[in-house]
């Protein structure tokens, strides 16, 4: 660790980490907790072994961390870890249970949160959709349905009036284009469709939703910052052979810019989730995976510097609004956010307009169709007694954004945690 060379990052830099609330908050009904007791879902989960493996309890969210009643003492320490910025989602179900009628509880436990956040110096980057959807809407189609743009814009125009200038940054839409996917193409995720209409028009009404909530926010608050928060992965054209470059260039059109280029001109930030890089050797899929996280993705972190350039082509503020691995053991966590750093940090003084990196997750919760085993937090759930411990990893994270740089006696400090 010798002659470590200082990383400084921009002055008011947001440092932080995320959460969804189907994933944390517990106690949900929507359309995804119904999919997750369904006789379909756990057939299947039997007929893989998954249920003999981890128990049926991993793949049903109930009281996940019980982050609903707890988000007060989350919030603490996260202040405590460092973090100036946290990020959250409102979950729709909750606040719309019957259509047009919105439980006026549900949106005061919001306004809980917000106050809490804002008491403390955390700033909140509020999410209005991430992925589940009320059981009324599920019914008529759900993002299927031609009306479902203009439901959404209602439901954006609530939250937006009730929670007023208190919130700078909202996100409209948590990964819309990996949600199409594995809903309505792949047909992993409830409604468990395969058909490539469906896809297509659960995309363009996703497009219609987040630009309809845009301007919503707009009129009703003309100095909010608004984005979605997209998912980008590199796809590396290995060697620069011509046939990878041409499906390079093909996937990174449909997969990574085009939701991006229908809204360019209906988003005032790019929200970046980044997980994955693809190096494409006639064929995509071709990575060396030297090393992995627990649910064995490649960990490659300059990747994230790659995606980051990419972006730039849009002269937008970028957030990074989710990275992180599945790494119960705590092992590489360190490294990786370490690396990954170096790497954000390296497309900034590119010229990338990065203002912030929010870590993937605040805490282990409820991996979607995964369940309980991967565990993405920096703060450790005992998921019997719910008690929260802070990992090696968030001590060291948190020495970095209170310091706002990384040196050499931050390295030093935690050599072996970094090895």
Not at 213 to 224: E, M, T
Request: glycine letters at 6%; one cysteine or more.
């Amino acid at each position: 660790m010798k002659n470590y060379t200082k990383i400084n990052f921009p002055k008011d830099f947001l440092w932080g980490a995320a959460t969804a609330s189907h994933q944390v908050e517990g106690n949900n009904y929507n359309d995804w907790s119904e999919w997750e007791k369904s006789q379909k879902r756990t057939d299947y989960l039997r007929s893989e072994g998954l249920v003999e493996k981890y128990g049926l309890e991993n793949f049903i969210s109930g009281r996940a961390c019980d982050h609903y009643n707890r988000f007060q003492e989350d919030f603490k320490i996260a202040k405590k870890l460092g973090h100036n910025a946290t990020r959250f989602s409102i979950e729709w179900s909750r606040i719309e249970p019957e259509e047009g009628k919105f439980n006026e509880k549900e949106i005061e436990h919001y306004k809980k949160v917000i106050t809490t956040l804002k008491e403390i110096g955390i700033e909140p980057f509020v999410t209005l959709w991430h992925w589940p959807i009320p059981i009324w809407l599920r019914n008529k189609g759900g993002w299927q349905y031609g009306k479902i743009p203009d439901y959404f814009a209602r439901y954006t125009e609530k939250i937006v009036n009730a929670l007023g200038s208190d919130v700078k940054f909202w996100i409209t839409l948590n990964e819309p284009e990996i949600y199409a996917r594995y809903s309505y193409l792949s047909g992993v995720w409830p409604p468990q469709k395969k058909n490539l209409i469906s896809y297509l028009l659960v995309i363009h009404n996703l497009i219609r939703a987040h630009r309809k909530a845009y301007k919503i926010i707009k009129k009703l608050n003309q100095s909010a910052q608004i984005g979605i928060a997209k998912n980008n992965t590199y796809f590396e054209a290995y060697q620069n052979k011509l046939i990878n470059r041409v499906l390079k260039k093909n996937i990174d059109w449909w997969r990574n810019f085009y939701f991006l280029n229908r809204i360019k001109n209906h988003q005032d930030f790019i929200g970046l989730n980044h997980y994955l890089h693809n190096r494409i050797n006639y064929g995509f899929n071709k990575n060396e995976n030297e090393k992995v996280s627990d649910m064995r993705r490649e960990l490659y972190p300059e990747a994230i510097y790659y995606v980051l350039m990419d972006l730039k082509r849009y002269n937008k503020p970028i957030y990074i609004t989710e990275n992180g691995l599945a790494d119960a053991g705590d092992q590489k966590r360190g490294w990786f956010i370490l690396e990954t750093l170096k790497n954000v940090s390296r497309a900034i003084g590119e010229g990338v307009d990065v203002k912030g990196y929010l870590h993937w997750s605040l805490m282990d919760n409820f991996e979607w169709d995964k369940g309980f085993w991967p565990r993405f937090g920096l703060l450790e759930i005992d998921y019997k007694t719910l008690e929260r411990k802070v990992r090696p990893s968030a001590n060291f994270y948190r020495d970095i954004c209170v310091a706002n740089e990384i040196t050499e006696d931050i390295v030093s400090k935690y050599k072996n945690l970094l090895e």
